[in-house]
């Protein structure tokens, strides 16, 4: 049994601008768990297509119940293999990616098409798909669940982080993340309780002010 995700994007940005994005599009603010990219093979075929090859490092925390099925010497980090063809004539990006360690416990693989949208010819749109497959021995099916669910909330962050990329590429402000929009907030809302406690004690010293006037002139 295996998990099948299928997913489609637009980005409105230019097809040039997109697979720019692409290559440089780690690191972001939405890709922690991406820790190393490195380029291994690269070539352009003579029909003038680029493939490309780039071996990933990434992590993700696990939920307590896998734990015990990763052995105390192996390491949790995950090595991607992604390759990659770029057809200017057909104005097309193709991308393959799967996991080459790990494999017992899962594989996730990824291909993904970028083109010009049909609606817009400015705009990318990215048509996805995922398999996720498992042989372990009785819990293959937790495993699978637990890789689908994973993945979705992985190509959210990788929008997220490319749309963040192509905005830096076109000279916009990017969009601010959660947790700095969460920040602001939080400065914003202190400084509005500093400026209404001292409001307040302006109002009382005036106050006080006021009431000793007032029994000065009773006395007088």
């Known amino acids: 049994m295996v998990k099948y995700f299928l997913g489609h994007s637009v980005l409105r940005s230019s097809r ?3 697979f720019a994005a692409f290559w440089q599009r780690y690191p972001n603010p939405y890709s922690k768990h991406v820790l190393t990219e490195d380029t291994v093979h690269r070539e352009v075929t003579p029909d003038q297509k680029l493939l490309s090859r780039r071996l990933l490092t990434k992590t993700n925390r696990m939920p307590r119940w896998a734990e015990r099925l990763f052995p105390a010497n192996v390491a949790h980090s995950v090595y991607i293999l992604e390759a990659s063809i770029v057809d ?3 104005q097309t990006m193709n991308t393959f990616t799967w996991n080459i360690n790990h494999a017992r416990l899962m594989v996730v693989e990824e291909r993904c098409v970028c083109s010009v949208n049909s609606d817009n010819s400015g705009w990318t749109e990215i048509h996805g798909e995922a398999w996720v497959s498992s ?3 009785g819990d293959s099916r937790a495993v699978q ?3 689908l669910a994973r993945f979705k909330s992985n190509v959210t962050k990788s929008m ?3 749309e963040y ?3 830096k590429l076109q000279g916009e402000a990017p969009s601010k993340t959660l947790v700095e929009t969460a920040k602001e907030a ?3 809302a202190k400084e509005t309780a500093l400026a209404a406690t ?3 004690k302006d109002l009382a010293s005036k106050a006080a002010t006021q009431k000793q006037q007032q029994q000065q002139q009773q006395f007088v």
């Open 16 to 18: 040039d601008q997109v």
């Open 88 to 90: 200017p004539q057909n």
């Open 135 to 137: 042989s372990l021995f």
């Open 145 to 147: 669940e637990f890789g």
């Open 160 to 162: 997220k982080g490319f």
């Open 165 to 167: 990329i192509l905005a």
């Open 186 to 188: 939080k400065e914003k």
């Open 198 to 200: 001292e409001k307040a």
